[in-house]
């Protein structure tokens, strides 16, 4: 089985950082995208920022400038850099693989890990 574990979500104030791990563990041999999604009381699940495999990224607009995405393959771990913290990005943060094959077999399959809690004070 594979698992995805969050890690480095707490409360910041308006104007600061975090960053986010999320590792995947598993028998993997591979992992096409890996993204963060966030969703927020009362609102829908929205997807902030992906990465492939070969490094390429992209990102909402609200998070654009703010926010970096970055990936270690060799240890099929995505993080979430995230700078100049709004009120309005307090939600939980989820990760997502996309994609992924496992050493036993030749299906690709989306996982999610159990998400991080960040929150903004202003």
């Known amino acids: 089985q594979v698992q995805l574990v969050e890690t480095g979500g707490g409360l910041v104030q308006a104007g600061g950082s975090l960053r986010l791990s999320c590792a995947a563990s598993?028998?993997?041999?591979?992992?096409?995208?890996m993204g963060w999604y966030r969703q927020a009381p009362g609102k829908q699940r929205e997807l902030i920022a992906a990465?492939?495999?070969?490094?390429?990224?992209n990102y909402a607009d609200s998070v654009k400038g703010r926010f970096t995405i970055s990936r270690d393959n060799t240890k099929n771990t995505v993080y979430l850099q995230m700078n100049s913290l709004k009120p309005e990005d307090t939600a939980v943060y989820v990760c997502?693989?996309?994609?992924?094959?496992?050493?036993?077999?030749?299906?690709?399959?989306?996982?999610w890990g159990q998400g991080t809690q960040v929150t903004v004070s202003s």
């Open positions: 598993g028998s993997i041999a591979s992992i096409a995208a």
């Open positions: 990465v492939s495999s070969g490094g390429s990224t």
């Open positions: 997502n693989a996309n994609g992924v094959r496992r050493v036993s077999d030749y299906y690709l399959r989306n996982y």
